[in-house]
């Protein structure tokens, strides 16, 4: 028997072959998942990082429920289905700060310059961070009705209208996490970030209706928190947990987080591809 000859294989040269300086879109989005993966790798090493979605949810309600219940509602069980969707508003819409905050630590750590170095999409570090986060939503979401399940609030609209009202708040604060991650790809440091978002979150979610009636307000405050977008999404999920209607503060809201993304997620997108 004689032995087969080897087959020569022909290198072919730089110069003749078709370079792509771009990824197509099934790469982008299958890099895309691979860097949420990172991020929720990251979290499991450090579980620290969830203290923000599992602790204050859970203080938050107790303190305020059995703090304010008695005083503006009269009793706690009365004053669950007030506070319970302006607790879970708050705490994700809150959450969401993380977003802008991780990723200048990570530009400044100098992840970012790793990952250009990689046969990647470039959009991916940032899209995947941003995937990753509504995990951490989604904790917080699920964490508050349990919550609020344990203190004895019963959702008159039922499991299908308390699961609507908690993909209404994820997809929202999704929205709002562009926001920061447009201050987290132009700030200097993470903590100027943090700072900015915290000037923005407080006014936003303590001037509204989540704590409580706006009628109690002074006038010259109701205006601004009848037209406060936070407002309008507990609104929202109050009357979807109350009565499973999806009205029109539910259609506003996703109006809002349309518009947040259709004008901030082309500005981050185009302020990180030019440090990326």
Not at 17 to 42: C, E, Q, S
Not at 261 to 275: D, E, G, N
């Amino acid at each position: 028997m004689s032995a087969l000859a080897p087959t020569a294989t022909r290198i072919i040269p730089a110069s003749e072959r078709r370079l792509r300086n771009h990824a197509g879109l099934g790469l982008a989005l299958r890099n895309t998942v691979t860097m949420a993966g990172r991020g929720l790798i990251k979290i499991r090493r450090t579980p620290e990082q969830l203290i923000d979605v599992t602790l204050q949810p859970i203080l938050f309600t107790l303190m305020f429920t059995y703090i304010f219940g008695g005083a503006i509602s009269g009793d706690v069980q009365s004053y669950l289905p007030v506070i319970i969707p302006g607790i879970l508003v708050q705490t994700v819409i809150t959450t969401s700060v993380v977003t802008g905050v991780q990723l200048r630590e990570d530009m400044d750590k100098g992840v970012f310059d790793r990952f250009r170095s990689l046969p990647i999409a470039r959009i991916a570090p940032l899209s995947g961070a941003l995937l990753a986060d509504t995990v951490r939503y989604a904790i917080a979401t699920v964490l508050t009705f349990t919550m609020g399940a344990l203190m004895g609030f019963r959702p008159g609209g039922g499991i299908a209208s308390v699961v609507v009202a908690g993909l209404l708040v994820i997809v929202c604060s999704w929205a709002v996490s562009w926001i920061f991650a447009f201050f987290g790809v132009i700030a200097r440091t993470a903590s100027s970030v943090q700072g900015i978002s915290m000037l923005i979150l407080f006014p936003l979610t303590f001037l509204s209706n989540a704590f409580v009636p706006v009628d109690t307000m002074p006038g010259w405050l109701q205006w601004f928190v009848n037209i406060n977008p936070v407002s309008h999404l507990v609104t929202a999920v109050r009357d979807l947990t109350a009565t499973g209607a999806f009205g029109a503060d539910a259609w506003i809201s996703i109006l809002g987080a349309a518009v947040i993304v259709a004008i901030f997620a082309p500005l981050t997108v185009r302020a990180y591809m030019r440090k990326a």
